[in-house]
């Protein structure tokens, strides 16, 4: 699978690569249970609800230096390629192979007690609270993509929208690469 070629499309980032690997990369089941199998400390500060409280108080402000997004930024990633249907959460038929890739290395024995965070971003075309529901609905969509067509457990999966608060390419808001969703190893399922 290629990166890079947005058409309509939501990147998936997954996160708990080495700092500054990210970018254009063909990506395996191999390096996703490694990549998510590295837990880091950050990982268990991991707030999901203050995330959600810190964006919803936030929109058209950024949220990247807020205390708990910040923690997110501070993460190694790197990108794969999920596309969407323009301003819709469906799936287009052409990522189920990455989402069935993404699932195969959470059902990895290596990854079965972690949970994952799943975070949606958009670029800044569009109203800033629009963005903000729209990539919640695409984690979701994701996240649920993940847990009914592969079988990933429900109670492993956390899905949250940042909307185009943060942007990875700053200068070019609204750039096709803005629009992704980050997959984050959270810690152990309690």
Same mark, same amino acid.
């Given at each position: 699978m290629s990166?890079?070629?947005?058409?309509?499309?939501?990147?998936?980032?997954? *996160? *708990?690569?080495?700092?500054?690997?990210a970018g254009a990369q063909q990506l395996s089941e191999h390096q996703l249970v490694n990549t998510l199998g590295q837990v880091a400390e950050a990982a268990s500060a991991i707030d999901v609800a203050m995330l959600v409280q810190e964006v919803a108080s936030n929109?058209?402000? $950024?949220?990247? $230096?807020?205390?708990?997004?910040?923690?997110?930024?501070?993460?190694?990633?790197f990108f794969v390629e999920i596309n969407f249907? /323009?301003?819709s959460v469906a799936i287009e038929p052409g990522s189920?192979?990455?989402l069935g890739l993404i699932a195969d290395a959470l059902h990895h024995p290596l990854l079965l007690r972690y949970k994952f965070l799943?975070?949606?971003?958009?670029n800044a075309t569009g109203d800033a609270k629009h963005n903000l529901k729209l990539?919640?609905?695409?984690?979701?969509?994701?996240?649920?993509? *993940?847990?009914?067509?592969?079988?990933?457990?429900? /109670?492993?999966?956390?899905?949250? $929208?940042?909307?185009?608060?943060?942007?990875?390419?700053?200068?070019?808001?609204?750039?096709?690469?803005?629009?992704?969703?980050?997959?984050?190893?959270? $810690? *152990?399922?309690?």
């Open positions: 990166i890079r070629r947005f058409r309509n499309t939501l990147a998936l980032t997954v *996160l *708990l690569a080495a700092a500054g690997n929109p058209g402000k $950024g949220i990247a $230096g807020l205390p708990h997004w910040s923690q997110l930024a501070t993460l190694p990633q249907e /323009n301003n189920y192979r990455t799943v975070v949606g971003h958009t990539s919640a609905r695409r984690a979701e969509a994701i996240a649920e993509a *993940l847990s009914t067509t592969f079988s990933v457990a429900p /109670n492993r999966l956390f899905a949250i $929208g940042a909307g185009s608060e943060m942007p990875v390419d700053a200068a070019n808001p609204k750039a096709a690469d803005n629009r992704r969703v980050q997959l984050l190893n959270i $810690g *152990l399922v309690k």
